[in-house]
């Protein structure tokens, strides 16, 4: 049988402790020699959705281990371990849980925090608080950690596309989230030789008398900030354009979004997370890997008069 999650953590570190670069293929079948697994348990799957449950362990193992920072990633999909990870393992620390990773380090606190709710504790293993919280609760604690996990392994994909791919999907995107018509050339990518540059262009009506123009910036660490904005408004400006969204993978700094509302052009900005989140609420680049319907009794069936 598998062993639970958390048993993953501690041996996917040690795995990680010779210090070589690895990708999530080489721990996977590294941890199935090293934690004795048997070909039946390897052959385990999550119920309904098919996903083979050690490699779904594993890939997990990695996001909490890096978000708390003891595994790093020098190149994309590629994963070597941190001075704080060695210096864990040199604790002599014999479990490595999610409540310890919580309580020690506050990057991964702010992982699972992430968009969470008001007033909870960021040292508070929801997975642990039966007396506090109901079922519904811990459901809604856990659909949003998949959530955050989710975004991370979006930005992750996107960043190792190109930036032309990256300027088809943000106009993808925009079409979806009912931008544009059902005439021709309603969405396109374009490019234009003004100063900052024009990545596509929304037409919002046949004749194209309404329009919205899009920059999309395929950054991974780089972070947009005034210069840019104010490059895009020249753009917006040369084409004699109201409305802009500028969308990037990574994040806009304050005074980047103090540019965008400057003056009598209406500017929204999309950072990375942004981005993600929109992808999965329009169904862009992600599948249903499981869905549960949850039901609750209907008191007025039993007592109508009481309606």
Request: proline share 3%; with cysteine.
């Amino acid at each position: 049988m598998i062993p639970p999650f958390q048993n993953y953590l501690l041996p996917f570190l040690r795995f990680m402790a010779d210090g070589k670069t690895r990708k999530i293929v080489d721990v996977i079948n590294g941890l199935a020699s090293t934690m004795n697994l048997s070909e039946e348990d390897l052959s385990e799957t999550l119920d309904n959705s098919g996903k083979n449950r050690h490699a779904d362990r594993c890939s997990w193992a990695k996001t909490y281990l890096s978000k708390a920072g003891l595994i790093r990633f020098p190149k994309r999909a590629n994963f070597v371990i941190t001075a704080d990870g060695q210096k864990l393992l040199a604790s002599g620390i014999s479990e490595i849980s999610r409540r310890y990773l919580l309580e020690n380090y506050p990057s991964f606190g702010a992982f699972i925090k992430k968009k969470g709710k008001k007033g909870k504790k960021n040292n508070v293993d929801k997975t642990e608080q039966n007396e506090e919280d109901t079922p519904l609760e811990r459901m809604e604690e856990a659909y949003k950690e998949y959530t955050n996990k989710t975004i991370d392994d979006l930005l992750d994909s996107i960043k190792g596309q190109t930036p032309q791919f990256f300027e088809n999907l943000v106009v993808q995107l925009l079409v979806k989230m009912g931008y544009g018509g059902d005439f021709e050339d309603s969405a396109k990518v374009t490019q234009y030789s003004c100063d900052g540059g024009i990545d596509g262009v929304i037409k919002e009506d046949a004749l194209g008398l309404d329009r919205i123009y899009i920059q999309a910036k395929r950054w991974s660490d780089k972070v947009v900030g005034a210069p840019d904005i104010q490059q895009f408004i020249g753009a917006l400006v040369n084409v004699g354009a109201t409305k802009g969204i500028y969308i990037t993978a990574s994040h806009f700094s304050e005074a980047a979004r103090k540019a965008a509302r400057t003056g009598h052009l209406k500017i929204v900005l999309i950072d990375g997370e942004q981005l993600a989140r929109y992808m999965i609420e329009y169904g862009l680049g992600v599948i249903t890997a499981r869905s549960f319907e949850v039901k609750r009794l209907d008191f007025g069936y039993f007592h109508p008069e009481e309606e």
